[in-house]
């Protein structure tokens, strides 16, 4: 079981990345997923989830209207469209498992992808 | 949504027990049974090590234990080793918009 995260990297404010993250070793279109960040020396902040189906998604307030969450089942790719970045969404994104659905925990993690938000 | 609180840090010596406590609203951790706590060491992906407030994953040493009481959750690491020295979060799902929220953080210190 495994999830691969990619796409972070270095971006000017007002600009905009996809990131996306490959899940192996587990039937992907039963789960929900979540994306979870962290900021440099920082605690952890939910971001966003979306159910196993893709018809369901959730923001938090600091990304809405920003974000968008998306998945490819038949790929099994989970991606996050981020537009308007700013420089407080400078952070480590983690892609998460959702086992039970309804964001109750996150049992499988992946390494993290980092993106930098600066001029 | 406001982050559930934590203390900064913990420390204990080896074999010792230690609790971190997690304070939330009725609106999260008073009013469901999904609270979960995280472990993460220092440049690695977080770890899952209790869910649904009590319940351990498998793998996860029963050395590790949680509780809720009201608005607070706790997690217990009893017979504290060198291997527990991390971060520690708590979370749990939230009504409204917002789905889910994390606590703090909690830096765990072996003596």
């Known amino acids: 079981v495994q999830l691969l995260e990619s796409g972070g990297g270095l971006v000017q404010p007002g600009g905009s990345l996809r990131l996306s993250c490959a899940a192996s070793g587990f039937t992907f279109s039963s789960y929900a997923m979540s994306w979870v960040r962290q900021a440099p020396g920082k605690g952890l902040e939910w971001v966003s989830a979306i159910t196993g189906s893709g018809v369901g998604t959730h923001y938090a307030d600091s990304v809405k209207g920003r974000f968008t969450i998306s998945r490819d089942n038949s790929r099994n790719t989970l991606y996050m469209e981020m537009n308007s970045l700013r420089a407080d969404d400078t952070a480590k994104y983690y892609c998460?498992?959702?086992?039970?659905?309804?964001?109750?925990?996150?049992?499988?993690w992946g390494q993290g992808t980092m993106v930098t938000v600066s001029s | 949504q406001s982050a559930l609180t934590q203390p900064a840090s913990v420390s204990g010596s080896p074999g010792q027990s230690i609790t971190i406590s997690c304070t939330g609203t009725?609106?999260?951790?008073?009013?469901?049974?999904?609270v979960s706590w995280y472990q993460q060491h220092p440049g690695k992906a977080p770890k899952l090590m209790i869910y649904d407030v009590s319940n351990r994953p498998s793998g996860v040493p029963d050395r590790f234990s949680g509780s809720k009481s009201g608005n607070t959750a706790s997690l217990t690491i009893s017979g504290l080793q060198a291997e527990d020295e991390a971060d520690y979060y708590c979370?749990?799902?939230?009504?409204?918009?917002?789905?889910?929220?994390f606590g703090t953080g909690t830096k765990v210190t072996v003596l």
């Open positions: 009725s609106s999260d951790v008073g009013g469901y049974n999904y």
């Open positions: 998460a498992k959702d086992p039970m659905g309804v964001t109750r925990a996150f049992d499988i």
């Open positions: 979370s749990s799902y939230t009504s409204g918009s917002t789905r889910h929220v």
